[in-house]
């Protein structure tokens, strides 16, 4: 009888079995996987914040640069307030942890988090 591994999730960029975890071109063993979460990653704000910042200040000033200056401070605002964090599956193992696979999409990390965890109680 053939020994056939038992599949958790699988798509174009992920599978999950209850031996391995591939990943973004990484391969992860079950058994060296002690637990997964979903985690944030925020994206870095500064450059938005500056521009913000300088396109008030020539906003301020008066001459032909109120309009230049309100028109960058307006667009780093809307960039600003329409960015939108990271999710990563991150993965515990003996050496350390790290993020697997990051996305947009928090429904889908969650949903590789769920079959990582199957398959490791699946493992017992």
Excluded at 55 to 65: F, W, Y
Excluded at 96 to 107: H, I, P, R
């Amino acid at each position: 009888m053939e020994n056939v591994e038992k599949v958790f999730h699988n798509d174009a960029n992920v599978i999950v079995t209850q031996s391995r975890f591939i990943a973004s071109g990484r391969t992860y063993t079950m058994r060296n996987i002690s637990s997964v979460t979903v985690s944030t990653v925020e994206k870095d704000k500064k450059l938005q914040i500056a521009l913000l910042v300088v396109g008030c200040l020539m906003a301020l000033t008066g001459g032909g640069v109120q309009i230049a200056g309100f028109v960058i401070a307006l667009g780093a605002l809307i960039w600003l307030l329409t960015m939108k964090n990271n999710y990563a599956v991150r993965i515990s193992t003996n050496a350390g942890e790290s993020n697997s696979l990051t996305s947009a999409d928090k429904a889908y990390v969650q949903k590789i988090v769920n079959a990582v965890n199957e398959a490791i109680i699946h493992r017992g």
